[in-house]
């Protein structure tokens, strides 16, 4: 059963770079056809979309934060990771990461069907 | 940018109701709708996708359907495990995006 664990600092600086990461096990990670995604949720709040890649390297951002984010995959360590630039206290959320599958019936269809527990950051000085 | 709406943002009912949620996006997304439950402290899970089709171990008493514009999420008897917060999210752009949420609450 694939599982996955997000991992990175839970206190980050404002103007800095977030950084977090993605492992997964119990699977490869270029097995299938699936994307692999990070949402985000502040505290109270709702979900938030962040950006997807694909093993290939492809990738889709939310446009709202598509000039701060950057997502990278390392097949060889069956991880993919988050850059968030210059973040600031609106950042401050638990973040998840999700596998993004392809269903299929004539139609192709995604949905995130295995997420991690989450980690929280905090943006402060 | 597909905007999601949610109706309501809570409810209140109590167990063996039948509840249903409803969520409207801005523009067509034909049936590409997933629905999620969120518990307090926990990660969402994947109840329905492709608006109508039930996920493996998610029970027969959760549904959904709609296309186009509107869809609905239906419970058909409450249970006290039920209690939580529901999320839509669109998959028809490569760029997803979540309804705000529907907070369940016991009455």
């Known amino acids: 059963q694939v599982q996955l664990q997000e991992s990175g600092p839970g206190l980050v600086k404002p103007s800095q770079t977030l950084s977090l990461t993605c492992t997964v096990s119990g699977g490869s990670i270029s097995s299938g056809s699936y994307y692999w995604s990070w949402i985000r949720q502040p505290a109270g709040k709702g979900l938030e979309w962040i950006g997807r890649i694909y093993t290939s390297g492809s990738t889709n951002y939310n446009p709202s934060l598509k000039s701060r984010v950057t997502i990278s995959v390392d097949t060889s360590k069956n991880q993919f990771s988050l850059k968030l630039s210059s973040v600031t206290a609106a950042d401050t959320a638990v973040y998840y990461c999700?596998?993004?599958?392809?269903?299929?019936?004539?139609?192709?269809?995604?949905?995130?069907?295995?997420w991690g527990k989450g980690t929280t950051v905090t943006v402060s000085s | 940018d597909i905007q999601m709406t949610q109706s309501p943002s809570s409810l209140s009912a109590s167990v063996g109701d039948r509840v249903t949620i409803t969520c409207r996006a801005s523009?067509?997304?034909?049936?590409?709708l997933n629905w999620y439950q969120q518990k307090p402290g926990k990660a969402p899970k994947l109840l329905i996708y492709a608006a109508s089709s039930l996920q493996s171990g998610v029970p027969s008493r959760f549904s959904g359907s709609g296309s186009g514009t509107d869809f609905t999420l239906t419970i058909s008897s409450l249970q006290p495990e039920d209690f939580a917060t529901y999320y839509c999210?669109?998959?028809?752009?490569?760029?997803?995006?979540f309804g705000q949420g529907t907070k369940l609450e016991i009455k």
């Open positions: 999700a596998r993004d599958t392809l269903y299929s019936n004539y139609y192709y269809y995604y949905y995130m069907d295995v």
């Open positions: 523009q067509s997304i034909s049936s590409y």
């Open positions: 999210q669109q998959s028809y752009s490569t760029q997803y995006s």
